[in-house]
């Protein structure tokens, strides 16, 4: 890319030529023109993420002990909504990275999820969670598939316009022993546009 600089008799040079000033007009006074350079990128985006959906405070409310009593227990799942806009029509070809299944379409675009959490240590498809112990997190997609924590999650397709992906959060025991308390985790998730 090339840029010029042009000093004020140079300017006022450019403007004669581009027959935006004329000869008898006053002349240009040093100290009162500048010049503005400006650029930027153009880029193709498939779909845009919804700001409200960038930052999202899921309160799971109170969870009993007596619902998580044996190690795999499950509370009730909270659902999370990733909403997208502004999706454009275009052709799409991508594979699942665990199962090699090929998902295409000539006018929907595509997008791969992937959430990284710090995982659960006796069992790493869990989110740990902090504050307290024998419980963790399952994540799960719409159709109630575990979440592929830290990898890409199964390939989906977009309808061209707006979009909501739905995820659920579920309370569930592990092996440690049950401490009541207050607790938090902190969910990471990208968006992969094919």
């Given amino acids: 890319m ?3 600089i042009f000093t004020v008799s140079g300017f006022l040079a450019w ?3 581009a027959g935006l ?3 008898q007009e006053p002349q240009l006074v040093d100290g009162e023109y500048g010049l503005l350079y400006v650029h ?3 880029t193709e985006s498939a779909c845009r993420l919804v700001m409200e959906s960038t930052w999202q405070e899921v309160d799971m409310g109170t969870i009993p002990t007596a619902s998580l009593k044996k190690p795999g227990d499950q509370g009730t799942p909270v ?3 990733i909403r997208l806009e502004d ?3 275009a052709p799409s070809s991508i594979r699942d ?3 090699g299944d090929l998902l295409w379409s000539r006018d929907q675009p595509s997008v791969t999820v992937t959430f990284v959490a710090p995982s659960e240590l006796m069992n790493p498809g869990l989110i740990r969670v902090a504050g307290t112990q024998g419980m963790a997190l399952r994540m799960s997609d719409r159709y109630h598939r575990d979440v592929r924590l830290g990898g890409e999650g199964q390939p989906l397709l977009l309808e061209p316009g ?3 992906l739905f995820y659920y959060i579920a309370p569930e025991r592990t092996a440690s022993p049950l401490v009541a308390g207050a607790w938090h985790a902190l969910i990471h998730f990208r968006l992969n546009y094919d």
């Fill in 2 to 4: 090339k840029s010029a």
């Fill in 15 to 17: 403007m004669m030529a």
């Fill in 21 to 23: 000033v004329h000869a």
């Fill in 40 to 42: 930027g990128a153009l």
């Fill in 79 to 81: 659902r999370v909504e």
């Fill in 87 to 89: 999706c454009l029509p």
């Fill in 97 to 99: 990275a665990w199962s």
């Fill in 162 to 164: 707006n979009n909501q």
